[in-house]
Nanobody, 127 residues
């Protein structure tokens, strides 16, 4: 059974940093596209960062560009999201997701194309 387990969320003051982790078990995702989404209360889930299976192509939402960084460690089957210069509007539940059907060179921007999801980790940024 495939599982994605996020961790690293918490409460932080504006301007602070967090590092989210997403550990995969049940299979390896070495060449799979991966992404981090977030959902704030009353809002739709949005893609904030993603990269291709090859790790040569990345995507960041405009709202996090320059502040967030996505990375992965294939040896640990884990993907990370570094959150810096956090703002209150970054408050949300953050989800990692994997798309096994996206070609390895492509970044996947469509939520519907992700087939494995974690349970989410809460990030709260106080002003």
């Amino acid at each position: 059974q495939v599982q994605l387990l996020e961790s690293g969320g918490g409460l932080v003051q504006a301007g602070g940093s967090l590092r989210l982790s997403c550990a995969a078990s049940g299979r390896t995702f070495g060449l799979s596209a991966m992404g981090w989404f977030r959902q704030a209360p009353g809002k739709e889930r949005e893609l904030v960062a993603a990269f291709s299976g090859s790790r040569t192509n990345t995507y960041y939402a405009d709202s996090v560009q320059g502040r967030f960084a996505i990375s992965r460690d294939n040896a640990k089957n884990t993907v990370y999201l570094q959150l810096n210069s956090l703002k209150p509007e970054d408050t949300a539940v953050y989800y990692c997701a994997v798309s096994t059907r996206t070609p390895y060179w492509r970044v996947q921007l469509l939520e519907s194309e992700y087939d494995y999801w974690g349970q989410g980790t809460q990030v709260t940024v106080s002003s």
